[in-house]
């Protein structure tokens, strides 16, 4: 089973920047499609970015919500079975709980959560 726990949130100025980590254990990351979602008080979940699995067709390919283009980064290094959320231009409205997401098919897993707060 996948195992993953996320570091890196914190409270920051806007305009600041954070890196998300999530680190995976119990399986490889190659074959998983892997994403960040977050979620607002008293909002729904909403998926932040995601990466496709490297041996996909779309080979590794990223994408992003309109409203972190060009703010934020996703990557991910399978030398340490890791990915990561490089975040700037940090705004208020950016202030949530990020999860780190791995689907495989059946197989779908969730981080603990890291909080995120951007002060104006």
């Known amino acids: 089973q996948l195992q993953l726990v996320e570091s890196g949130g914190g409270l920051v100025q806007s305009g600041g920047s954070l890196r998300l980590s999530c680190a995976a254990s119990?399986?490889?990351?190659?074959?998983?499609?892997v994403a960040w979602f977050r979620q607002a008080p008293g909002k729904e979940r909403e998926g932040v970015s995601c990466?496709?699995?490297?041996?996909?067709?779309?080979?590794?390919?990223?994408n992003y919500a309109d409203s972190v283009k060009g703010r934020f980064t996703i990557s991910i290094d399978y030398a340490k079975n890791s990915m990561y959320l490089q975040m700037n231009s940090l705004r208020p409205g950016d202030t949530a709980v990020y999860y780190c997401?791995?689907?495989?098919?059946?197989?779908?897993?969730w981080g603990q959560g890291t909080q995120v707060t951007v002060s104006s």
């Open positions: 997401n791995a689907e495989w098919g059946a197989w779908n897993y």
């Open positions: 990466i496709s699995s490297s041996g996909s067709s779309s080979g590794g390919s990223a």
């Open positions: 119990g399986y490889t990351l190659d074959y998983y499609d």
